[in-house]
């Protein structure tokens, strides 16, 4: 069978450039082209990167759906369906809320895994006998995870290739997140499949990119023992509760560890407590920020606005922390209540939802009403936020103690944020994959 991938295209948000789409390749398509290249003609289209090639006639189409693109992919799927081409959507907007699909949008849906499903979906379509759902086997273990296509990545589109995942999901259920839906589950992958990916990139800087690095401590610990004589540098995602462990800490530092995104969501108590983040204790905030900096590791923090316990004060009180406490670099989000999750129940339930328009679903949008503020005073305050972070006042004094982080520090600060157009210009000029390595070649390990 000839079965051709694609990426929707994201719609940018306010601070972002094209080098956040050009950021790296869909791991989750890559995953399918690794199921299917053997024994059948794939082809990946990241609209991100390059157009979508609506000519041509591939026997089935898969698409990666997440809530903000969600319309166009309808759209993608409707020009294909028109020529009798069937339509498989899969992802983690499917896999959240498949009852938010319009019956008539894809000939089928994927739910979980594209290992658990995908073999039988081609075995369906080459009997022209597809189901309306797949779902992913309940016994669905490690042993089933499937590498992703590495020698498949168009390098030179993208800033980094060095992408890594270590687990599936997340252990924690913050009502928020994705996660929270009932269809996500978490798994660790087999600590030999990871460090034969790692070999495989050949780089010696690594981003894992799982939703959680450390939810299982015990694997974590293994696998850190083994990453360990590969002498090379990374960064993850980690729940703020890994500075309750001293040990570990030093041991993704001996690692390779340069810097670690941790989800402080709010600075407010109340906030915090009223979406059950019951990882993140705000009265050890400050404290864990101190041990992982002592250890020359730097820190993304990621907050969301418009939390029920938000005002508009909230806004210059984070700012003051993040300053205060030399946060490096800071991802600001306006709460979005995906579909599914406990959030989106609860104002649903309040008739507190403005807008179904799901492209606005991306972080960037107020698509419900705030309880302590209107909706335009919390979108000023996300962009404020944003403004005021990156400021060049506010960079330097959130120049690292560390004189070892400085040069990373500073090529993200300015380069990605602060100055992102000029970059993303000169990435146009001498490609995205070169500006990548100068990047890490200045001490970016962000």
């Not at 990426?7 to 950021?23: C, E, H, S, V």
């Not at 020529?83 to 319009?102: E, L, N, Y």
Request: charged share 25%.
């Amino acid at each position: 069978m000839y079965v051709k991938l694609i990426q929707p295209k994201m719609l940018r948000r306010p601070m972002d450039t094209d080098l956040k789409a050009r950021m790296a390749p869909p791991l989750g398509l890559l995953t399918i082209v690794s199921i299917l290249k053997d024994n059948h003609k794939v082809v990946l289209e990241n609209e991100n990167i390059e157009k979508i090639n609506f000519d041509d006639k591939p026997d089935l189409v898969g698409i990666s759906v997440t809530v903000d693109v969600l319309n166009r992919a309808i759209e993608i799927s409707r020009k294909f369906r028109e020529k009798g081409i069937p339509v498989v959507a899969g992802g983690i907007q499917i896999t959240s809320a498949p009852d938010f699909i319009p019956q008539d949008a894809f000939d089928s849906l994927c739910i979980g895994d594209a290992e658990g499903t995908w073999p039988e979906i081609i075995k369906d379509a080459q009997s022209h006998s597809l189901k309306k759902i797949y779902h992913c086997k309940e016994n669905f273990g490690a042993d089933d995870i499937v590498s992703p296509a590495y020698d498949f990545v168009k390098k030179s589109k993208y800033l980094y290739t060095n992408i890594v995942h270590t687990s599936r999901g997340c252990p924690f259920r913050c009502d928020f997140c994705y996660n929270s839906s009932k269809n996500h589950k978490y798994i660790n992958r087999n600590i030999d499949d990871v460090l034969a990916d790692i070999k495989k990139i050949n780089l010696r800087h690594i981003m894992f990119i799982d939703d959680n690095f450390i939810g299982n401590p015990a694997w974590t610990r293994k696998f850190l023992e083994e990453l360990k004589p590969l002498k090379i540098k990374w960064n993850a995602a980690v729940s703020i509760n890994v500075a309750n462990d001293g040990e570990l800490l030093d041991l993704m530092k001996e690692a390779g560890c340069k810097s670690l995104f941790i989800g402080f969501e709010s600075i407010n108590p109340s906030s915090i407590s009223n979406v059950h983040k019951v990882q993140n204790n705000i009265k050890n905030y400050e404290n864990a920020i101190s041990e992982i900096h002592r250890r020359g590791i730097m820190i993304h923090g990621s907050f969301v606005f418009g939390l029920d316990g938000d005002s508009t004060e909230t806004f210059k009180t984070t700012l003051d922390w993040i300053v205060k406490n030399k946060i490096e670099t800071v991802t600001s989000h306006i709460l979005t209540p995906y579909p599914r999750t406990k959030v989106y129940e609860e104002l649903k339930k309040a008739d507190r939802i403005t807008s179904t328009d799901f492209s606005k679903y991306n972080t960037a949008h107020v698509v419900f009403k705030p309880k302590n503020m209107s909706a335009e005073e919390l979108y000023e305050g996300y962009l404020w936020i944003y403004r005021n972070v990156y400021s060049l006042k506010n960079i330097l004094k959130r120049l690292p103690d560390c004189k070892e982080q400085r040069a990373a520090y500073l090529t993200f600060n300015l380069f990605y944020r602060k100055y992102g157009k000029f970059t993303d210009f000169l990435c146009k000029i001498i490609s995205y994959k070169l500006v990548g390595k100068i990047a890490q070649l200045a001490g970016r390990y962000l």
